[in-house]
């Protein structure tokens, strides 16, 4: 019963061989969406770029039978984009039983397309659990490359998998292995995973099929698997995992969850979390599970007599060089929609992690803080005899102290960037060279298909500026984002919603066709060019002395705006 798979993949062969091209350039025409700014026409100012106006210069991809493209990377070269996605569910007609009904599930890539089935027997079996024909399919949650290799797992029909597979040939599957523990069961449950260079995965999902087991969980690579301790809600409390990254010694884990250290009702807090590298866990004491697990509250608020706090993490962006970690927050879906943006230096993280613990006797105890035994505690090991260096911690100590007293705080006394009645959903951050500096560039992705573009502080002194906002979809058509993946070098930004793949440039100089709205934009993409008359990229321009770029302020209109959203 299987549908004309054939024709179906000719078909997606050749337009991702379309995606392929436009990764590799692609201008929009000449004079499209221009701006112009003539006497009464304020659109220059105006921070929205509408549906309309952004359509000519964006590329979509999107495939027949094709759902949730959630899951994007790069090749290593960054001359493909790997897309993670799911089949459209196909509901059981009548005459069909839900068993026979066949739909392939599969990834893909640019110039190639990969059916990745789930088989009969699997969504047979995912149904008689009681689990829709939306559920039963194979989301891909995991999507790694890793050299030559793309590592990647799919919820299979509430039966996860993963498979190693070679990146130039996808077709080719080395191995194919348990996803348990590597990648959710369910395809709503949130999860992170990372692999390290000596080719440890570290995942953090849930466990089990219910969704109640989550944990930190470590395997394959040369060390032995480890997690952490099951169901003990003071190492992780229903938590909804965000983000990993390799760091030093250490991986770090952006997550939110119940918080267990707040008795007055349940409350949500935000976490850093981290595990040393070279942990192997415990002798008899936590045998298989973190010895250095240990984990810290993130403050994202508006201070105030009774400051206003964003609890729920939702998105991070990580810039390695200057070590500082951009993270979105958002307010709980029960209260009122408010988000912001704050910025956390790994160091007051690391400072928060070499303090004292919070630590709780027993259940009906209050939390007290407590010295840290190791404080700066950079991942040694000491011999423990019969051939093992465990991590350099009490074994005791490691089991009481998982929680940090001190929260880690952001950047300066109040949020980077704040904006009520809205739900931002993800976070990438570019970082863009202007005439005299170099500028951070926030681009948040909102739960309704629109991009906002905010210049980060200029100084201490300053705010952040809403440079604009771009309409992905028309009205009445309008989406939740699911993934932000920009392309540094080729300052592009894809974005992922349940139907497809989008492709934003991000320099739009054109847009502006007098000095004056060039300057206005306080765009740092883009400068006048006195020579051409234009207003162009700094490459484009003839020369730097000849490239005019005014940024101390925001635009006009956005800092009204902002005014405006309190
Ligand atoms: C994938 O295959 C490569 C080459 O055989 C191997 O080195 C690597 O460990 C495998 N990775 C995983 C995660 O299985
Ligand atoms: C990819 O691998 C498959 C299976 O080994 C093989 O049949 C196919 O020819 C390969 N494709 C390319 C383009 O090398
Ligand atoms: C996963 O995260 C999204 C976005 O924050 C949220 O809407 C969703 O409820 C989360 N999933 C679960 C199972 O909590
Ligand atoms: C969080 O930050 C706000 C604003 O700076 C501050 O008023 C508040 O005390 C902090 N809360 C915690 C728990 O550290
Ligand atoms: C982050 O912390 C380091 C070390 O304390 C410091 O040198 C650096 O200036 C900080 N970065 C920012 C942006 O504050
Ligand atoms: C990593 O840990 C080792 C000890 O195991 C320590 O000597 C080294 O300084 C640490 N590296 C960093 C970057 O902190
Ligand atoms: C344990 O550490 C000692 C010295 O610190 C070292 O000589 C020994 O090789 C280590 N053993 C293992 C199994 O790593
Ligand atoms: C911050 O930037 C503003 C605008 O460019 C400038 O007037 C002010 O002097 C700067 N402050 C500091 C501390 O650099």
Not at 85 to 110: D, E, G, K, N, R
Not at 523 to 545: F, I, V
């Amino acid at each position: 019963m299987a549908p004309a798979r054939e024709g179906g993949l000719a078909r997606r062969l050749l337009s991702l061989q379309g995606l392929f091209a436009l990764l590799s350039g692609g201008v929009p025409r000449e004079g499209a969406g221009a701006r112009t700014s003539g006497a009464g026409c304020h659109s220059t100012e105006h921070p929205v770029f509408s549906y309309s106006e952004i359509e000519p210069w964006i590329h979509r991809f999107s495939e027949e039978d094709t759902v949730d493209y959630s899951q994007l990377t790069f090749d290593p070269g960054q001359s493909e984009l790997i897309v993670g996605t799911s089949s459209v569910p196909h509901l059981p007609s009548s005459l069909l039983s839900p068993f026979s009904h066949f739909v392939p599930c599969f990834i893909t890539v640019p110039l190639q397309a990969v059916d990745w089935h789930c088989d009969d027997f699997t969504k047979a079996a995912c149904f008689s659990r009681g689990k829709s024909e939306e559920e039963c399919q194979n989301y891909v949650r995991v999507l790694l490359v890793n050299g030559d290799r793309l590592f990647t797992c799919g919820t299979n029909a509430f039966t996860p998998i993963c498979t190693n597979r070679t990146l130039s040939n996808l077709t080719l599957v080395h191995d194919q292995i348990s996803g348990m523990a590597r990648c959710p069961y369910s395809p709503l449950h949130n999860s992170t995973a990372l692999l390290t260079a000596s080719g440890e995965l570290y995942a953090a999902t849930a466990m089990d099929f219910s969704g109640r087991d989550p944990a930190i969980y470590r395997s394959l690579g040369a060390l032995p698997p480890l997690r952490t301790a099951q169901y003990n809600s003071k190492w992780l409390n229903e938590p909804n995992f965000v983000s990993s990254y390799d760091i030093g010694n250490f991986t770090y884990f952006f997550f939110r969850e119940n918080a267990v250290e707040h008795d007055c009702g349940r409350t949500v807090f935000s976490r850093a979390a981290r595990v040393c590298k070279n942990d192997v866990g415990g002798r008899f004491l936590l045998e298989d599970t973190w010895t250095t697990f240990m984990k810290a509250r993130l403050n994202c608020s508006r201070p105030g007599d009774i400051p206003f706090y964003y609890h729920e993490l939702q998105g991070t962006f990580y810039l390695p060089k200057l070590q500082l970690l951009y993270a979105v927050f958002t307010t709980n879906v029960n209260s009122i929609a408010a988000s912001a943006v704050c910025v956390f230096n790994l160091s007051a993280i690391t400072q928060v992690f070499n303090g004292p613990f919070k630590y709780q006797e027993n259940s009906r105890s209050a939390w007290l803080p407590y010295p840290n035994p190791n404080p700066d505690f950079q991942c040694g090991t000491i011999d423990y005899g019969s051939n093992v260096n465990l991590t350099e911690r009490s074994l005791q100590d490691a089991q009481k102290f998982i929680l940090m007293q001190d929260v880690v705080q952001p950047l300066g006394p109040r949020p980077t960037f704040t904006e009520d009645n809205v739900r931002f959903t993800h976070l990438v951050v570019d970082v863009v060279q202007g005439k005299n500096r170099l500028f951070h560039i926030i681009y948040l992705a909102t739960d309704y298909g629109t991009i906002r573009k905010v210049l980060s502080p200029l100084n201490q002194s300053t705010g952040s500026c809403l440079l604009d906002e771009i309409e992905l979809f028309p009205p009445g058509r309008r989406q939740p984002i699911r993934s932000l993946l920009l392309q540094h070098g080729r300052s592009v930004l894809f974005v992922g919603v349940q139907d497809q793949v989008i492709r934003v440039p991000l320099v739009r100089c054109g847009f502006h066709r007098t000095r004056e709205a060039c300057l206005g934009a306080r765009d740092p993409y883009c400068g006048w060019d006195l020579g051409l008359r234009r207003c162009t990229a700094l490459e484009e321009s003839l020369s730097m002395k000849q490239w005019e770029q005014n940024i101390r302020e925001c635009p006009v209109s956005a800092a009204l705006r902002l005014a405006l959203a309190g």
